[in-house]
């Protein structure tokens, strides 16, 4: 596999994470190991941008009404208690 191909494939790689989980930031960054030694892409591609707030997006309390409302009391037993003691060390 030539360099680019190899480069062109682990972006592609690295993009599907990008998009599959919303925690894994945006930017592509690649590592490439030769003979020759290390070299480091740092933004080498950045596949999705992050979008631009057009207004304010916080609701006053109130806003929206509340059709129905139903509190469930619940009633618990303590079944089994077990304290242990730990050397805190």
Request: with cysteine.
């Amino acid at each position: 596999m030539e360099l680019e191909d190899a480069k062109q494939l682990v972006r592609d790689a690295i993009a599907a994470g990008i998009f599959c989980d919303l925690g894994s930031g945006s930017n592509v960054d690649l590592c490439i190991i030769t003979d020759a030694g290390v070299q480091f892409l740092r933004g080498y591609d950045k596949p999705t941008t992050k979008g631009k707030r057009e207004g304010r997006y916080r609701y006053e309390p109130g806003t929206t009404a509340i059709l129905t409302k139903t509190e469930t009391p619940l009633s618990l037993d303590v079944v089994d208690e077990f304290v242990q003691m730990m050397d805190a060390e």
